[in-house]
């Protein structure tokens, strides 16, 4: 059965910090691992991972995909309030499901 | 606006009632999924619709159905629900055949069962 993990399941910073989000996976037949941020209620696309394109940056965020060590981090620098939401990570597992895991809630003090 | 729109977005039903969610993307996408969030636990996938057809059912129960009349409309049905029932339902859509599954929610339905 797939399974990915993320840690911290929590965290509480200040702003201006940086913190970084890890999420190891489990799967069959991997295709890609997504980012999602999820503030009140929809998740919202950050970033897809792929064999082709390991690395991504959008701005404060960009993630990262370590194929060899099965795992992912998502950093986001200078850290604002509006940063504060559960951050999801989800795999691809080429049957056209994403697995997700539990998500790390972050909340970003003033 | 993500393009996937879900209502109500608050429901409160009693374990005799009978309700239904709405989902309707207007992305042009062909696959349509329910999820359920419960507090700390990752999202559990419910059902996937692929051009109308189910292809998923994640041992749901019967108490939950899904109807998907065209690839742009997605139901669930509810009835007898239970208290432990109660989460956030979110609907997603995706294209698929493009080599990767990005999937695009709505901003969901939060479900209490008295």
């Known amino acids: 059965e797939d399974k990915v993990v993320q840690s911290p399941l929590s965290l509480v910073v200040h702003e201006g910090d940086t913190v970084t989000l890890n999420c190891s996976y489990e799967v069959t037949n991997f295709r890609s691992l997504l980012w999602y941020k999820q503030e009140k209620k929809a998740p919202t696309f950050l970033f897809m991972l792929?064999?082709?394109?390991i690395e991504k940056k959008s701005g404060r965020l960009s993630s990262i995909l370590d194929k060899k060590e099965l795992s992912s981090i998502l950093n986001i620098t200078a850290t604002q309030t509006g940063d504060s939401a559960i951050y999801l990570c989800a795999v691809d597992d080429d049957d056209y499901k994403l697995s997700f895991g539990a998500g790390t809630t972050v909340t970003v003090r003033a | 606006e993500t393009g996937v729109t879900q209502t109500p977005r608050h429901l409160v039903m009693g374990m005799t009632n009978k309700k239904s969610l709405k989902c309707e993307q207007h992305?042009?996408?062909?696959?349509m999924y329910w999820y359920k969030q419960s507090a700390k636990k990752p999202l559990e996938l419910m059902f996937v619709y692929n051009f109308k057809e189910q292809t998923e059912n994640n041992s749901v129960p019967s108490r939950f159905s899904p109807e998907c009349p065209n690839s742009s409309h997605l139901f669930l049905h509810l009835h007898t629900l239970q208290p432990e029932d109660s989460a956030l339902y979110l609907c997603a859509s995706s294209q698929e055949g493009l080599g990767y599954n990005e999937q695009f929610f709505g901003p969901g339905t939060r479900l209490t069962v008295l």
């Open positions: 792929t064999s082709s394109g």
């Open positions: 992305l042009g996408h062909n696959a």
